[in-house]
């Protein structure tokens, strides 16, 4: 829907911290928001008061607490909905034909699920479709760009099957459901249950491999929230925390996201993470860990 000359993939913390070169014209997504965008989309709850922090004018974008960024993205060009479409061109009416398609609300309502944790088991032990596409896209690695891009193309143009028999998708998939195991050893060696919650520590493994973000759930059911430690794997002498709500267990009170905003983070209701030094790190964790225990 709009004419779109390159991506820069970001971290939220980057954006924080004012590291990132936002100019007329950019359009900002999934992020927190910055006043010399052109246009912003967002949906999570630490970011909703950014508009009044810096005045958002009619017509800059959308944010609402959606079950995805992409929602806010859709009902902004939906024609059936608040902004319709009156220009004429080619593009614009190739893409209301794209949004308007079985095909782009189905990878939509996919979109929302996977995003807020709306899965069943089966999604964690034999995940399939885009499901097992989406554990692909970890965001870790740099050099995965190319990927990212190249997915953009086919998420966007081609069918789900299509998008599957892709040699690198293929690839890719094929490499997570293989690491499966492996990542589910590294967990149950990993982690401590403590009441309520589950406490994942994986400082020092440097190649933690990819897999279903959701598979801890599946082997400690009983506790209701995660706490999450790593290396963070773009700066040095930093360590990464992030917290969530157990998605088969949803009995947690916290607000993730407004906890881990007092740590630099931010994010959901259910689910954020957070930035912190690692000379810092066992103070922040300790701090987290007293906030989310029963």
């Given at each position: 829907m709009e004419e779109i000359d390159s991506y820069l993939f970001v971290e939220p913390k980057f954006m924080q911290d004012g590291m990132v070169d936002i100019r007329q014209g950019d359009i900002i997504a999934n992020l927190p928001y910055h006043s010399d965008c052109s246009l912003w989309f967002d949906h999570h709850v630490t970011n909703k008061d950014w508009p009044y922090k810096t005045p958002i004018v009619a017509g800059k974008g959308g944010f609402r607490l959606a079950p995805s960024a992409a929602r806010v993205v859709y009902e902004y060009y939906d024609p059936a909905g608040r902004r319709q479409q009156a220009?004429?061109?080619?593009?614009?009416?190739?893409?209301?034909?794209?949004?308007?398609?079985?095909?782009?609300?189905?990878?939509?309502?996919?979109?929302?699920?996977?995003?807020?944790?709306?899965?069943?088991?089966?999604?964690?032990?034999?995940?399939?479709?885009?499901?097992?596409?989406?554990?692909?896209?970890?965001?870790?690695?740099?050099?995965?760009?190319?990927?990212?891009?190249?997915?953009?193309?086919?998420?966007?143009?081609?069918?789900?099957?299509?998008?599957?028999?892709?040699?690198?998708?293929?690839?890719?998939?094929?490499?997570?459901?293989?690491?499966?195991?492996?990542?589910?050893?590294?967990?149950?060696?990993?982690?401590?249950?403590?009441?309520?919650?589950?406490?994942?520590?994986?400082?020092?493994?440097?190649?933690?491999?990819d897999g279903n973000r959701f598979l801890l759930y599946t082997l400690f059911p009983t506790?209701?929230?995660?706490?999450?430690?790593?290396?963070?794997?773009?700066?040095?002498?930093?360590?990464?925390?992030?917290?969530?709500?157990?998605?088969?267990?949803?009995?947690?009170?916290?607000?993730?996201?407004?906890?881990?905003?007092?740590h630099g983070g931010g994010g959901h209701k259910v689910v954020g993470s957070c930035r912190v030094l690692t000379s810092e790190a066992e103070k922040a964790v300790r701090e987290i860990f007293e906030a989310i225990k029963e």
């Open positions: 220009e004429g061109s080619k593009r614009i009416q190739e893409g209301l034909k794209i949004l308007n398609s079985e095909r782009m609300r189905y990878l939509l309502e996919e979109t929302d699920r996977i995003d807020a944790g709306q899965l069943v088991p089966e999604d964690v032990h034999h995940p399939e479709g885009y499901v097992l596409i989406s554990m692909t896209l970890d965001g870790k690695r740099a050099e995965d760009e190319p990927y990212w891009l190249r997915l953009i193309e086919l998420l966007r143009d081609h069918s789900l099957e299509e998008t599957l028999k892709n040699p690198e998708v293929r690839e890719r998939c094929q490499q997570i459901l293989d690491s499966q195991e492996k990542l589910k050893a590294i967990l149950l060696e990993r982690t401590t249950l403590k009441g309520n919650v589950i406490f994942v520590d994986l400082r020092g493994i440097r190649d933690i491999p506790g209701n929230i995660s706490l999450r430690v790593a290396d963070d794997s773009q700066r040095p002498n930093t360590t990464a925390i992030s917290v969530g709500y157990n998605i088969f267990n949803t009995t947690s009170k916290v607000n993730v996201g407004a906890l881990l905003e007092k």
